[in-house]
């Protein structure tokens, strides 16, 4: 087929493919994989449809705010700030960010304050609270996530024998919100079949070599329970054994729904749910390499890399993650690239030391298959031991806030006459 006859083929099949997705909604994903494996073990005796409600709040509300170093926020925002002043003024932020346009003199302030007391100034004057609520519950679950570490080489053999693959060329994604305004940030993917959209394959046929000998290998890694948990995390480091190291990153996902097989384990009877932690779950892994193939195949998501720069892994609003501001929430509810304020708990990275309070200014800048509500995210931690052992155990409930320009009212007329009004 020519270049042009693959073109037509391919609109076309966007088009049948949206009319047979419409009836199936229930398999519809976030394409990228979510930061950690212990997001969605606890669930709810009954389930209740998530829905985002916004409360006018105040400064007072937000417990710790002027005593944060506000260490990382300006460079963080700054990168979000940059997307911002690359689109149309007039262009959407999410549905409650406003538009791109609102955004430029917050920006600018944030950019030119000069010390932490300006920048905190800066902020109090340009910005105003809103509590995030689900439904009518203030508080959600929040987990983290880190850049791990692996040892690879970019050639297979003597014990690398895993490979990390690059995004196949047949693989495609359909952005749903493109054909239909309530299906924003709804993503399917698959491979073309004639005129039709097919799944793509799943982990367990990936696993077995169905794109083995395409030359799609990255690089091999000498550990396939740490390749899964890059493929949970997204991004990570891989240490050359001929010296140097590369960044991975993800480049497109499989299209198969995300699976906490931390639930499986407890499902199965095999950890408790109070003991379930990334850390308790590889362990079960490694002590179990007869049935571990079996249970990381229960997650049917397979992620795609590529290789990054050293300015650090990229999420999905396209910037580089800052460790400790950035955050990762369900694109759904809350917009990319604005401020957040955070008020939870995080665990030490010494396990015999209680859990310290969390409350921090942060930036939603990142997504993931497992980040699902209105009140929920997943802390960015950065790269190393610390930050492995306290992403791998965090699972905390806590208290979101949406900062966004004075003046700017998010709420829909049916929330905007309930709701009270800010705190002073």
């Not at 950690?36 to 073990?41: A, L, N």
Request: glycine letters at 12%; hydrophobic letters at 40%.
């Amino acid at each position: 087929m020519s270049s042009s006859g693959i073109v037509r083929a391919y609109w076309r099949t966007l088009a049948i493919a949206f009319a047979a997705l419409s009836g199936l909604l229930l398999v519809v994903l976030v394409l990228r994989s979510g930061p950690t494996d212990v997001d969605d073990v606890e669930l709810p005796d009954t389930v209740r449809e998530p829905a985002l409600r916004l409360a006018p709040s105040g400064w007072a509300d937000l417990d710790g705010f002027e005593v944060d170093a506000l260490d990382g926020f300006a460079e963080a925002f700054g990168r979000s700030c940059g997307v911002f002043a690359r689109r149309d003024a007039q262009r959407q932020v999410g549905d409650t960010g406003g538009v791109a346009g609102d955004w430029r003199e917050v920006c600018a302030r944030v950019a030119s304050a000069d010390g932490v007391d300006e920048l905190r100034g800066a902020l109090l004057e340009e910005l105003r609270p809103w509590s995030v609520l689900d439904n009518d519950d203030p508080e959600g679950l929040f987990t983290g996530y880190y850049e791990p570490s692996l040892r690879g080489s970019r050639v297979r053999g003597n014990g690398f024998e895993t490979p990390l693959y690059r995004r196949p060329p047949e693989l495609v994604a359909v952005d749903l919100g493109a054909f239909r305004e309530d299906l924003a940030g709804r993503r399917v993917a698959g491979t073309l079949e004639g005129t039709r959209l097919v799944p793509f394959a799943d982990r367990a046929d990936l696993e077995r070599g169905t794109l083995a000998r395409r030359d799609l290998e990255l690089v091999w890694v000498d550990d396939p329970i740490a390749a899964f948990f890059l493929h949970i995390q997204g991004s990570g480091r891989v240490d050359l054994v001929d010296g140097g190291h590369m960044r991975v990153g993800y480049d497109g996902q499989n299209g198969h729904p995300y699976t906490a097989i931390g639930r499986e384990l407890v499902a199965r009877s095999e950890l408790v749910l109070e003991e379930v932690s990334m850390q308790s779950i590889r362990d079960w892994l490694v002590a179990n390499p007869a049935g571990a193939t079996e249970i990381m195949n229960t997650n049917r998501s397979f992620v795609f890399f590529r290789e990054l720069g050293d300015e650090g892994p990229r999420g999905s609003q396209g910037v580089a993650l800052t460790p400790r501001r950035t955050l990762a929430v369900d694109r759904r509810f809350l917009p990319m690239g604005v401020p957040l304020w955070l008020d939870t708990t995080a665990p030490s990275p010494d396990p015999t030391v209680a859990e310290q309070p969390l409350r921090r200014l942060m930036v939603s800048q990142d997504t993931g298959g497992a980040i699902r509500g209105p009140v929920r995210g997943d802390v960015f931690w950065g790269h190393g031991g610390d930050a492995e052992e306290i992403a791998g155990r965090m699972k905390s409930r806590g208290r979101l806030w949406l900062l966004l320009p004075a003046g700017l009212d998010p709420r829909g007329p049916d929330q905007a006459s309930e709701l009270a009004e800010p705190s002073v």
